[in-house]
């Protein structure tokens, strides 16, 4: 199955600095940027089909790709000068590399690269930029059984803030932290159909526009998920991860975990 991934906004809120000018995805985690580490997920269940939607800072990820290498989480065997990998990550990947635009929204951006999908009932999309353990397999095989255009993992919320109920004087009634409230929030991890095409107009959005029709039309299926989530929308959140991966605690490196067949 293929998978779609959005990796060309601009990522303003995880900028270092002025002349940081690397998109969102290619952050670092560790030794790899987040990007990566999302592909892996997906090659470690078997997808190893993707569609790059480029935009801001193409030229960042085409480079890390173009100039890979597989020595730097892989084993090797360095012998007469030359290096024998024991292991490889991206040797069986197919990846296409496609321009969607510097300003175009994530929904513009998919219907773009709607020419690499042509025989794909289904299809996975991805925002390069969160990290989960959850069991990939399973979100499929629940969405390949319903009769529905899209499905959408959704976690609980992150914020740490409460929220407060207001009574009569402006007396408050009651507290509650906004994770333990009955919402929930976009997760970043899509199955499509190719009915998804139908609802974004030019220059829409997947979610707004594509989604929200489709929730319109009860043709939305959600796939809540509380376990292991985490996004990167600001340098704090990337600083934790990239820190988690330094202490061994990194859960959604699955494939760390396969047993060698």
């Not at 060309?8 to 690397?22: I, V």
């Not at 024998?84 to 990947?93: F, G, K, M, Q, Y």
């Not at 009932?121 to 899209?150: C, K, Q, W």
């Not at 159909?193 to 489709?214: A, K, M, S, T, Y």
Request: aromatic share 12%.
């Amino acid at each position: 199955m293929k998978v779609v991934l959005f990796c060309g906004g601009y990522g303003m809120r995880m900028r270092n600095g002025a002349a940081d000018d690397a998109p969102k995805p290619m952050a670092m985690v560790g030794p790899r940027p987040l990007i990566w580490h999302v592909m892996r997920y997906y090659a470690h269940f078997g997808h190893t089909e993707f569609v790059l939607c480029l935009g801001y800072g193409a030229h960042h990820i085409k480079n890390f790709f173009l100039n890979y290498e597989e020595t730097a989480s892989n084993d090797f065997v360095l012998r007469g000068g030359r290096t024998e990998l024991l292991s490889t990550d991206i040797a069986d990947w197919s990846i296409s590399f496609v321009n969607t635009g510097v300003d175009s929204p994530i929904g513009e951006r998919l219907r773009r690269v709607r020419a690499h999908l042509e025989g794909e009932e289904m299809f996975l999309a991805n925002y390069a930029d969160v990290l989960t353990d959850a069991p990939l397999p399973e979100m499929i095989e629940r969405f390949s059984h319903r009769d529905a255009g899209a499905s959408m993992m959704v976690v609980p919320p992150q914020s740490s803030f409460h929220c407060v109920e207001l009574g009569e004087g402006s007396m408050i009634g009651s507290i509650t932290a906004v994770n333990e409230m009955p919402l929930w929030e976009n997760g970043g991890y899509f199955v499509l159909r190719q009915e998804i095409f139908d609802h974004i107009p030019e220059n829409g959005d997947l979610v707004v526009d594509g989604c929200g029709e489709l929730a319109k039309r009860g043709r939305l299926l959600a796939y809540p998920y509380r376990g292991f989530w985490k996004p990167t929308d600001t340098v704090k959140e990337r600083a934790a991860l990239d820190q988690d991966y330094a202490q061994g605690y990194r859960p959604w490196a699955l494939w760390e975990r396969a047993v060698p067949a």
